[in-house]
Each structure stands twice: as structure tokens, then as C-alpha cells.
């Protein structure tokens, strides 16, 4: 992308990140060491937000943004979040096609272990309505391909207010009232 960009030229995007389905990770953690004895990464790993900046910036962008925001989603049950996670329904606009890219996955769950990973997930983070959660960290962030037109930080320490200073406003501004 930053190849492709004009000079001044902006990258936008969003992914998911962070803790994005950390219920449905524990749920079958947890159910998969109870009835398997062990457990293997059934939901994609995500990136962490620190890890972002720096991909930006080793890619060549400069006056980089990052943002997060959290987003909730309830669903009936277990098996209603995967079905939406894997594309299930007739309408593919309405799901998330997601599906795990991990190499060391197991290739499927027993059903005891899924009907495990239900009952958990229903017990730990179930809503008082009978649905579960599922949470999206989403991750924004901006970057742009650098040009001479673009402003630059001041050099360090060529500050004439020191942070320090600023606890002191308050005396100031009450005493330019009286």
C-alpha cells in the first residue's frame, strides 16, 4: 500500500484485533482440556494494538493514528457465533466468513467437547436473557506516505512551557478573575 500511494498520501484501515472473541477462546480452551486432555488454538490469533504503530512505521508511514474501539454482539448460543464466524448462512453479506488460519489446529472438535464449550460459555459470560456475548476489538489507524509539504514535531527540547507548569493554571486563572 505504501508503494502504491502518492507522495502526501493517506492509508485508512481497519481489522480486528486485541481480546476479539476472547469468550469463545477461553470457552473452548477450557472444554477442550476437560474433555481432550489438552487444546489447540480453535479461534485466529489477533495482533495487539502496540504491535500496530510499529508495523506502520517499519512500512514508511509517518504521523501515525491508532485507535480502538470494543463492540458487542449477542448471539443465542455458542453454536449461533461460530455459525456467523464461518459464513453458515444463505446470505453471505450478513456473516463474517471467518475462519482459523492457525497451522497447529485441530481440524475439528469432538461434539461432547462442543456441547462442553456451549455449556461453558453460557456459564462464564452469559447474559441474564439467555444469550451470550462475543466482543470485537476493533483496531483504526491512519498513516501517511511522508512528503517535504508534511509538518514536522519541534525539535527536542525546544519547549518554552515545561508540563510541570501546567499543575499551576489553576492559580493563575483564578487569580486573572479577581
Not at 78 to 91: I, R, T
Not at 162 to 175: E, H, V
Request: with cysteine; proline share 4%.
Amino acid at each position: 500500500i505504501h508503494q502504491v500511494l502518492k507522495p502526501d498520501g493517506v492509508f485508512i484501515g481497519a481489522m480486528f484485533g486485541g481480546d476479539t472473541l476472547y469468550e469463545l477462546r477461553c470457552s473452548l480452551q477450557l472444554a477442550e482440556l476437560e474433555r481432550e486432555g489438552g487444546f489447540s488454538p480453535h479461534v485466529s490469533p489477533f495482533t495487539a494494538v502496540s504491535d500496530l504503530g510499529h508495523l506502520l512505521s517499519r512500512a514508511g508511514f509517518n504521523t501515525l493514528t491508532v485507535d480502538t474501539d470494543e463492540i458487542q454482539v449477542n448471539y443465542p448460543g455458542l453454536f449461533e457465533v461460530m455459525e456467523d464466524l464461518q459464513g453458515k448462512y444463505l446470505w453471505k453479506h450478513e456473516c463474517m466468513g471467518e475462519s482459523n488460519c492457525s497451522w497447529n489446529r485441530k481440524p475439528l472438535l469432538h461434539r461432547e467437547t462442543m456441547l462442553a464449550a456451549a455449556a461453558i460459555y453460557r456459564e462464564m459470560y452469559g447474559n441474564s436473557d439467555g444469550s451470550v456475548p462475543a466482543t470485537f476489538q476493533i483496531y483504526y489507524m491512519i498513516g501517511w506516505k511522508f512528503h517535504e509539504s508534511q509538518a514536522r514535531p519541534a525539535q527536542r527540547g525546544s519547549a518554552t512551557v515545561s508540563f510541570g507548569d501546567l499543575a499551576k493554571i489553576d492559580g493563575l486563572l483564578s487569580r486573572g478573575k479577581k
